[in-house]
């Protein structure tokens, strides 16, 4: 269980007293089905926005409302009595991934189940166990000493797990609203081995395609071979020039905008206990290969990349068919580091192809959209409040990890609201999110509300940890 030094006697008391009818509600919550992608679900994602709103309502927040987007609600409260302390915006959704394949659950997933510590549904662990430790937060919080140590919001979004369609325009339309210090986004999980973790960097996404076109209709090659570009061959000319044997990138300015990491966070990198050998066998491949120079852990999450992924073009079917192919296409992308614009890599990408394009094809670059990357920097001091509080409550330091996926939400708070953005989640590794049999440690749950009244009383002091 977790330290109960961690938050004060009074917290500690009402949380005690009051975890049978916690983990009721919790399951309450996860009993709605707000699967948001399927639209036969609309109905049961509004449910959900209002079971929310009601519960954060009774925590003793304000202006608690669910509030339209073009797609599903959003779940808005806050508390902003703190004078002189810092805003933090809390960020979580309360929708979740469809269940097929269902006959692969031990249980009905809306059917909530505590089997050995665990929380046994869909969203249990990603993210409505989360959110709900959030609510369960602020009604400890309000009830044991009537006030928030800082200012809150709460923007508690129904629409992530389908593209987060709507956030944006609503983020963009409610700017001044939702002015704050820090965003706290609680959706990530602990490391390996279950170690309090503070994910501090996101890669962003670039993704193009190429178009190579000869004639307009396959040529034969016995007729023309030798006398024309092969749209083919020239494709597979420039997809080879995009990247050396050593892993790096050949497009001029790629790296420009790269922020590389300190000497401090290569060495905490290198101190995380990963296990290459076993990353290594359940990717089924037979060795690690990449940019030369770095470990793996940091070229999977600190490092930019580009990967082709997909080609086609010419004969496909068996046997032979002797043409000069008329078109040949790759879908090319590369993941982002801070500080790199996805628009401008993409202008650097399709200046680079079209300047080393062959002569005798005609060759287009199509920008198919993309994401910014995110960082927040290890000694900010909002990061250092949320840390020191994950040590108090789970009893050791939190690991500083880096991600090498994308969370659209993280470089939206960042881009749209100007925010740093501390990732503050809770789920334990392999909790099966998006899987059959997802799964919240209820450990890691109660942890979770202690780790959050710790994070608005550490934010509410000086970085050194003495009261402002
Ligand atoms: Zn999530």
Redesign the pocket.
Known sequence: MPDRAATSPSVEQHLDDTRDARLESYKDFLRIPSISALPEHAADVRRAAEWLADTLRSAGLEHVAVEETSRHPVVYADWLHAEGAPTALVYG?YDVQPVDPLELWTSPPFEPAVVDGRMLARGAA??KGQVHAHAMAAAAIMTTRGAFPINVKYVFEGA??SGSDGLDEWLATHRERLAADVAIIS?TGFFEGNIPAITVSLRGLMYGQIDVVGSAVDLHSGGYGGAVQNPANALAQILAALKGPDGRIRIPGFYDAVVALTEEERAAMAELPFDEEAYRRESHIGELVGEVGYSTLERRATRPTLDVNGLWGGFQGEGTKTIIPAHAHAKVSCRLVATQDPIDVFEKFRDFVLEIAPPGVDVTVTDLGGGRPSRTPIDHPMTRAAARALEATFGRAPVFTREGGSIPVSASFESILGLPVVLLGFAQPHEN?HAPDEWMSLENYEGAIRAIVGTFDEMAKRDDGTPE
């Open positions: 959704h990603d993210d992530e797990e959706d999110a």
